[in-house]
Every structure is written in C-alpha cells, then in structure tokens.
C-alpha cells in the first residue's frame, strides 16, 4: 500500500513563502503523474499543481506564477514551493497521483495570516 507523507507547511505571513515536500513509498514512482491538492475549511478538495512523468507542469489559475511543482526521481518525491502566499492559500495541503487514485495521506496545513 502506498505512504504519501506531506511535510513543510506551517504559519506564514502575506507575501511569505514556504516549500512543501511529499515523499512516496511506491515502485516506478519516476512514471507517475502527480499533483499537489488544497481543502480549505468547508470547500472541496481541488487540484492545484500537476507535474507528470515528462517533467511537464500545470497549474490552477489561482497559484499560476506563485506556485512551483517539482520532484526528484531519485528520492521519490515531490515539491511545491510556494511564493507570494495570500490567506486564500489557507489550506490542508496533500500530495497524491495526478488522477487522485491513491489513499489520502495526512496532508500539511498551511496558515496564511498576518
């Protein structure tokens, strides 16, 4: 069974930055599609950032030019950093495939708030 760990968030000011981490326990990880997803408090969990196994990126219109996927094969994880953050960023943060076919892990909250 797959282990998705997110790690990085916390409390930020407007403007600030943080990099998030998402480490995968699973097999042929270099082939997967993965994404970045966010679940504010009374909203739906919505995709944010995609990276896929090309290396090519996608973003939501709402982090686009704030927001940098990324990941590197050899650790089998997946990055987001973050800039310019805003408290609509305010948000249980969680990694998974791009097609959100695995388990949720437990995410990472990030507070956006002066």
């Known amino acids: 069974q797959v282990q998705l760990v997110e790690s990085g968030g916390g409390l930020v000011q407007p403007g600030g930055s943080l990099r998030l981490s998402c480490a995968v326990s699973?097999?042929?990880?270099?082939?997967?599609?993965m994404g970045w997803y966010r679940q504010a408090p009374g909203k739906q969990r919505e995709l944010v950032a995609s990276i896929y196994s090309s290396g090519s990126t996608n973003y939501a219109d709402s982090v686009k030019g704030r927001f940098t996927i990324s990941r590197d094969n050899a650790k089998n994880t997946v990055y987001l950093q973050m800039n310019s953050l805003k408290p609509e960023d305010t948000a249980v943060y969680y990694c998974?495939?791009?097609?959100?076919?695995?388990?949720w892990g437990q995410g990472t909250q990030v507070t956006v708030s002066s």
């Open positions: 699973r097999r042929l990880f270099s082939i997967r599609d």
């Open positions: 998974n495939l791009a097609s959100a076919a695995w388990s």
